[in-house]
């Protein structure tokens, strides 16, 4: 998995990544670390995860429990925060980022939404302090 990490944090308090590609959970806890220990990164700091061109179909069960479980490790990192996921309309991508969002409940302490491309804005709109 690729990703691409982008400060907003001063113009609109949020982070945006981009990921494209395979899901790896290797991938997946780089992007993480890298996020969380970015100069301007504080906690509260809402995120925008752009995954349209990020490919699902190695995203089984075991990898979404281990992404959930990567990211509820940096709750102190993630609470009082909202997490825009965007997607493409494909079905499979859809109900694993559910999976992922059920997983991650109370455990992590942010707000998570789901988005269509079609909503993109929408996401931006919504995590825009």
């Given at each position: 998995m690729k990703y691409?990490?982008?400060?907003?944090?001063?113009?609109?308090?949020?982070f945006l990544i981009k990921l494209s590609g395979p899901f790896s959970i290797d991938s997946q806890?780089?992007?993480?670390?890298?996020?969380?220990?970015?100069?301007n990164w504080r906690?509260?700091?809402n995120q925008v995860i752009d995954a349209r061109e990020l490919?699902?179909?190695?995203?089984?069960?075991?990898e979404i429990d281990s992404a959930a479980l990567s990211v509820a490790l940096l709750k102190k990192h993630f609470e009082?925060?909202?997490?825009?996921?965007i997607l493409s309309k494909e079905a499979d991508g859809l109900m694993k980022s559910e999976m992922f969002n059920f997983l991650t409940g109370d455990k992590v302490g942010?707000?998570?939404?789901?988005?269509?491309?079609?909503?993109?804005e929408n996401a931006l709109t919504w995590t825009k302090k």
């Open positions: 691409e990490i982008q400060d907003e944090s001063k113009k609109y308090g949020r806890i780089s992007m993480l670390r890298e996020l969380v220990s970015h100069s906690k509260g700091l490919e699902f179909e190695n995203y089984n069960i075991n009082n925060s909202r997490h825009a996921i942010w707000v998570s939404r789901i988005f269509t491309e079609d909503e993109y």
